[in-house]
């Protein structure tokens, strides 16, 4: 057998190609793991035997894992020919990246290292307190609670980020979370507001030429009509809005030190 | 009534044979691009080897799957 980069102990990838590669796994795996539900349920509908559906589930998961871990290497390739640095093999087929036989993820700058893939003492049998070497990490439990517990999605750092690079002090839309929530409760409504008074007062509303048999319609019975809602809605018993917090703890909450005052010792400074 | 039941039944029969022939092929496009050596090395032979015959064996399932069904529509009483 001819061997592509020649060496047959080389293992590398080769940049388009790879692509493709993985793009075809992602949704090969989607796919399987979609039939293995459906092929269940449509096999249990008909009480026939669903031996081929539970068989199916273990290639479905053995793709999504190698999924994953050519995600890995497609980031390391990606890496490498953005930086310029790696060994690569100039084939006729094309230029082989070299990696590593293990799929270390590559960390990629501007995005968050990859979570530390903390061995779970329920994945041995062992019990929780104990001392294997190199296996499960001997933890307390509240500090296993406290490190399992993931601060990364949560709605409190994802308002602080919008606002923390807010474009540099120029104002932009998108940094603006009250106008993007629909907070936004500006002195324009009483501008707005005034300005429809003044023309229903005078009953001249512009150059407008509907053209639309409904609206004309409206415009010649809007008097007689006993309207479903009352003109202007807005000044009926408004319920006020509840104002919608960022969330974090409530500032009627007092504020109490929580720390200790420090006890200084005898300063080190000669007099 | 059990015009009705075979009727179903047929109709899940045609649904297991779209579901198989839509995934038929499912592994086929990664297997081609393995075989363009899109990754090499022996490592990357040992995960062709494993796509090979994860394809094997997701085909021979759901022929399993279709026999299976269509044995038991044959068993059940068709229409008159």
Same mark, same amino acid.
């Given at each position: 057998?001819?061997?592509?980069?020649?060496?047959?102990? +080389?293992?590398?990838?080769?940049?388009?190609?790879?692509?493709?590669?993985?793009?075809?796994?992602?949704?090969?795996? +989607?796919?399987?793991?979609?039939?293995?539900?459906?092929?269940?349920?449509?096999?249990?509908?008909?009480?026939?035997?669903?031996?081929?559906? =539970?068989?199916? $589930?273990?290639?479905?998961?053995?793709?999504?894992?190698?999924?994953?871990?050519?995600?890995?290497?497609?980031?390391?390739?990606?890496?490498?020919? $953005?930086?310029?640095?790696?060994?690569?093999?100039?084939?006729?087929?094309?230029? +082989?990246? $070299?990696?590593?036989?293990?799929?270390? &993820?590559?960390?990629?700058?501007? /995005?968050?290292?990859?979570?530390?893939?903390?061995?779970?003492?329920?994945? !041995?049998?062992?019990?929780?307190? !104990?001392?294997?070497?190199?296996? %499960?990490?001997?933890?307390?439990?509240?500090?296993?609670?406290?490190?399992?517990? %993931?601060?990364?999605?949560?709605?409190?750092?994802?308002?602080?980020?919008?606002?923390?690079?807010?474009?540099?002090?120029?104002?932009?839309?998108?940094?603006?979370?009250?106008?993007?929530?629909?907070?936004?409760?500006?002195?324009?409504?009483?501008?707005?507001?005034?300005?429809?008074?003044?023309?229903?007062?005078?009953?001249?509303?512009?150059?407008?030429?509907?053209?639309?048999?409904?609206? =004309?319609?409206?415009? $010649?019975?809007?008097?007689?009509?006993?309207?479903? %809602?009352?003109?202007? &809605?807005?000044?009926?018993?408004?319920? &006020?809005?509840?104002?919608?917090?960022?969330?974090?703890?409530?500032?009627?909450?007092?504020?109490?030190?929580?720390?200790?005052?420090?006890?200084? #010792?005898?300063?080190?400074?000669?007099? | 009534?059990?015009? #009705?039941?075979?009727?179903?039944?047929?109709?899940?029969?045609?649904?297991?044979?779209?579901?198989?022939?839509? %995934?038929?092929?499912?592994?086929?496009?990664?297997?081609?691009?393995?075989?363009?050596?899109?990754?090499?090395?022996?490592?990357?032979?040992? +995960?062709?080897?494993?796509?090979?015959?994860?394809?094997?064996? =997701?085909?021979? /399932? =759901?022929?399993?799957?279709?026999?299976?069904?269509?044995?038991?529509?044959?068993?059940?009483?068709?229409?008159?």
């Amino acid at each position: 057998m001819t061997y592509p980069a020649g060496d047959p102990n +080389f293992s590398g990838a080769r940049m388009p190609a790879i692509d493709t590669l993985v793009s075809r796994h992602e949704r090969a795996a +989607f796919l399987l793991e979609q039939l293995a539900g459906d092929l269940w349920r449509e096999l249990t509908g008909m009480r026939v035997d669903t031996t081929p559906a =539970l068989r199916i $589930r273990a290639p479905a998961q053995s793709v999504r894992s190698q999924t994953t871990e050519l995600q890995t290497r497609r980031t390391r390739v990606h890496d490498m020919q $953005r930086t310029g640095d790696g060994t690569r093999l100039c084939t006729v087929e094309g230029i +082989f990246w $070299r990696l590593p036989e293990k799929a270390v &993820p590559t960390p990629v700058p501007g /995005q968050p290292p990859p979570p530390i893939q903390w061995p779970s003492p329920s994945s !041995c049998g062992m019990p929780t307190r !104990c001392r294997v070497r190199g296996g %499960c990490v001997r933890t307390a439990p509240r500090s296993r609670r406290r490190r399992t517990r %993931c601060s990364v999605g949560s709605p409190r750092t994802a308002y602080a980020k919008v606002t923390e690079d807010s474009g540099n002090g120029h104002y932009d839309i998108r940094y603006d979370v009250p106008m993007l929530t629909q907070l936004y409760q500006g002195s324009d409504l009483k501008q707005w507001e005034a300005a429809l008074a003044k023309r229903s007062a005078r009953n001249d509303w512009g150059k407008l030429d509907p053209q639309n048999p409904m609206a =004309l319609w409206a415009q $010649r019975n809007r008097s007689s009509s006993t309207p479903r %809602c009352p003109r202007p &809605p807005w000044k009926v018993n408004p319920r &006020p809005a509840t104002p919608v917090r960022p969330p974090g703890p409530p500032p009627s909450a007092p504020i109490t030190p929580t720390t200790p005052t420090p006890r200084t #010792g005898p300063s080190p400074t000669p007099h | 009534m059990t015009d #009705g039941a075979y009727e179903e039944a047929k109709r899940a029969v045609e649904r297991i044979q779209r579901l198989s022939d839509d %995934c038929w092929h499912a592994l086929d496009a990664s297997c081609q691009a393995m075989d363009d050596d899109a990754w090499v090395g022996p490592v990357a032979r040992q +995960f062709h080897h494993a796509l090979r015959s994860g394809r094997r064996e =997701l085909q021979a /399932q =759901l022929g399993e799957a279709v026999r299976d069904a269509r044995a038991k529509l044959a068993t059940m009483p068709g229409k008159p």
